[in-house]
């Protein structure tokens, strides 16, 4: 079968051996319809995280085409997935750090999205595995497990009602963050720094963005709407830049969501978090019920994701990359 597989920080197409459920006894092969190419992917392929021939990909939707399973799955089931399991009781589950589990981190698809068919083991099926309607779009579905990841953040940042939240960074994340606070019934301002981006938040629903042209400027503006700062500020951009900027926009006593992995790592300042009692904290990847969560807001349509994605072909997808790296395009669906 064709997939994608990492080297030397690009994609190659390769024809792999397609897994086979024999070698594997229980749980099902999926057909991939399409698979979204995730920031982590491109963090992990550009810092060479991975090994080369890895098969990255994991925001999948597509199709069992063979089984053997004692979960209710039949083949031709349409479904979507998150491709960590966890345990459900180490310490670390019973905290509700479901993506710190060690079984979570150890577990995954077979061999990766950004190919023709994946393996999923019968722990995937029993957890992370749900039936997506017929009527969503390939794209719709494979926005499940991104949403899931925010949705997890919005539940952990345990937000009061009229809290004034801000999302630094409007990419695909930052909206679909945005759209998750707007789902619970959350306040939700933006910024970024592209006018596009700016402006297309706004269409889904954000209560303010703005477009920082001038930091001054722009914070003597966000002061009219939170005079004090914000309550919350969720970062999901990657420049090292966004983390000054979050403490200078926070309230005495904020909250501060990490959400994106930043190359140069130059931490929070112990002073600033200390006299200003901030707490940072972040959110990791997601749950089986943040997924089901994610799954049923696309489906209720509470969640929309019209407009982020472009759609790529499997062979095209390195123009998908570097189009999502050059920040040409804000997602890539690439369809398999
Ligand atoms: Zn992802
Ligand atoms: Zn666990």
Redesign the pocket.
């Known amino acids: 079968m064709k997939a994608a597989a990492v080297q030397n920080n690009k994609f190659v197409i390769k024809n792999i051996p397609k897994p086979m459920l024999d070698e594997y006894g229980y749980g099902a092969i999926i057909k991939v319809e399409g698979c ?1 190419l ?4 491109i963090v992990k392929l550009k810092q060479n995280l991975v090994q080369d021939g890895s098969v990255l990909g ?2 999948v939707v597509g199709e069992i085409v063979e089984i053997n399973s004692n979960t209710p799955f039949n083949i031709g089931d349409r479904v979507v997935l998150g491709h960590h399991v966890p345990c459900f009781y180490c310490q670390y589950c019973l905290d509700g750090s479901y993506s710190m589990c060690r079984h979570f981190k150890s577990t995954n698809i077979i061999p990766g999205g950004f190919s023709e068919y994946i393996y999923v083991s019968e722990e995937h099926l029993n957890n992370t595995v749900f039936n997506a309607n017929l009527s969503l779009t390939s794209i719709e579905a494979s926005f499940t ?2 949403l899931a ?1 925010c949705i997890r953040a919005v539940k952990r940042a345990r937000i009061f009602d009229n809290a004034n939240n801000l999302i630094v960074g409007l990419g695909s994340i930052g909206i679909l963050m945005g759209e998750a606070l707007k789902a619970y019934g959350y306040k939700v301002f933006g910024c970024d720094l592209i006018e596009d981006r700016v402006n297309l938040s706004q269409k889904f629903g954000f209560d303010r963005s703005f477009l920082i042209q001038n930091e001054e400027e722009t914070i003597k503006e966000m002061k009219k709407i939170a005079p004090l700062g914000f309550d919350t500020i969720f970062l999901t951009a990657g420049a090292s830049s966004s983390l000054e900027f979050a403490l200078k926009t926070a309230r005495d006593g904020a909250k501060i969501v990490v959400f994106s992995s930043i190359k140069n790592d130059n931490g929070f300042k112990n002073n600033d978090i200390y006299y200003r009692e901030l707490t940072v904290m972040s959110s990791y990847s997601s749950s089986p019920v943040d997924l089901e969560d994610a799954l049923n807001l696309i489906e209720e349509g509470r969640v929309k994701t019209e407009g982020i994605s472009v759609v790529y072909s499997l062979e095209n997808i390195n123009e998908a990359l570097n189009d999502t790296v050059s920040n040409k395009i804000m997602k890539a669906f690439i369809k398999i």
């Open positions: 979204g995730c920031g982590s992917d994991h925001e497990e991104p990841c």
